[in-house]
């Protein structure tokens, strides 16, 4: 006759125990199930005793912990939805771009578990959380981001089966003023980057150059080593990027297409190699000199520094990096260039972004248009 096991949750317990730093740490101790029966006994450190102070603090730190030990039973006990945000935390968040982990971070810490720690997951209602969002003192847009990490955060809840799987309750959320645009975004005349270039010193005006003639984002643009650029093939290689010093992957597998260098364009970039100290193949192409070349310049210290500045000194306004790709989009449609070669000198994901009407675009399709901008960049 076969034997069942009762599966029952565990709740585990917390004990004190001195630490290898003769420190006192609270510890959390629970048995895991063996396949061939009976238990093996388990412990994680939760942390020090001075700095948690009670074991009520402890309790919550390692809440999310049980959910990982009870795969099997999940819904043995009500789940807070601070457990659900520490396990997040701690399984989601390091597969993120660092970019995006940030300003999740913040978000959570700040926003999320001030007001939400302590609810069990089921009570953390959609009229409840736009009421929320209503009195937050944010701007629309940080808003939204805020009520897409919800939804987020209820899609693990669903997958984790800490709740029912169905319809995410985050969809019913209504944020307003998030689809609108506070301002359009500025969008240069060829006579206006000429002035703003006259405003630049170098590199910045080479970066600006670049920028503007390939739209690459600015975290790709000063990631860029001398090795990614194949002059014999007149190609640009986009490996990585980098963002608060960061390096990381690009931002999808679409941005990794080679973009094509125009031959003037080509002819900028040798300029600059033969003036920086830093130009051998495994440099950075805009290498910062207070770092002795070992990392490239900080994208928005230069934007802070040298490109808004010089925006408002010729009389355009303030610029930012993304201006250059929003107007490096705008040229491509004053040249004619179809909407599927555009899509693919953007470098978009989504065909939505750039609106999909053609099949894959010929690269010298490709090559005429970047170099129509090219011509009109350095006119």
């Not at 150059?209 to 990631?223: P, V």
């Not at 260098?261 to 830093?278: I, K």
Request: hydrophobic share 40%; charged share 25%; with cysteine.
């Amino acid at each position: 006759m076969l034997r069942r096991t009762r599966n029952t949750y565990q709740n585990g317990w917390i004990e004190k125990q001195v630490s290898t730093n003769l420190e006192l740490a609270f510890v959390y101790r629970w048995r895991e199930r063996r396949p061939e029966g009976g238990y093996t006994k388990r412990a994680q450190t939760i942390g020090l005793v001075s700095e948690l102070k009670t074991e009520a603090n402890a309790r919550r730190a390692i809440e999310h912990r049980k959910l990982q030990i009870n795969p099997d039973n999940p819904q043995g006990q009500a789940v807070t939805f601070g457990a659900l945000v520490n396990r997040y935390i701690e399984e989601e968040l390091p597969e993120l771009r660092h970019s995006t982990v940030d300003s999740y971070r913040s978000y959570l810490e700040n926003y999320v578990k001030p007001k939400w720690e302590s609810y069990p997951v089921l009570a953390v209602r959609p009229f409840a959380v736009e009421e929320w969002l209503k009195r937050l003192e944010l701007a629309p847009k940080t808003k939204g981001h805020i009520h897409n990490l919800m939804r987020v955060l209820f899609n693990c809840a669903m997958r984790w089966e800490l709740i029912d799987i169905g319809e995410n309750p985050m969809k019913l959320v209504r944020v307003r003023g998030v689809s609108k645009r506070a301002e359009e975004p500025l969008v240069l005349t060829i006579e206006q980057f000429h002035c703003l270039l006259k405003e630049l010193e170098e590199p910045f005006r080479t970066m600006a150059i670049l920028d503007l003639a390939t739209g690459l984002r600015c975290s790709e643009l000063l990631a860029l080593k001398w090795c990614d650029i194949v002059w014999e093939d007149l190609t640009i290689l986009v490996r990585r990027a980098i963002v608060d010093g960061v390096v990381s992957d690009v931002k999808t597998k679409y941005s990794k297409a080679g973009m094509p260098l125009d031959p003037a364009l080509a002819e900028v970039l040798l300029r600059w190699q033969g003036r920086t100290p830093f130009n051998r193949a495994p440099d950075w192409v805009f290498a910062s000199p207070f770092k002795a070349g070992t990392m490239p310049w900080h994208g928005w210290g230069i934007q802070l520094r040298h490109l808004a500045p010089a925006g408002i000194r010729a009389g355009i306004g303030r610029v930012g990096w993304h201006t250059f790709r929003h107007t490096f989009r705008s040229l491509l449609d004053e040249t004619g260039a179809p909407m599927k070669v555009q899509q693919e000198l953007m470098r978009h994901a989504d065909i939505r972004t750039t609106m999909n009407v053609y099949g894959k675009a010929m690269d010298d399709s490709k090559r005429q248009a970047h170099s129509k901008v090219v011509r009109l960049v350095l006119s």
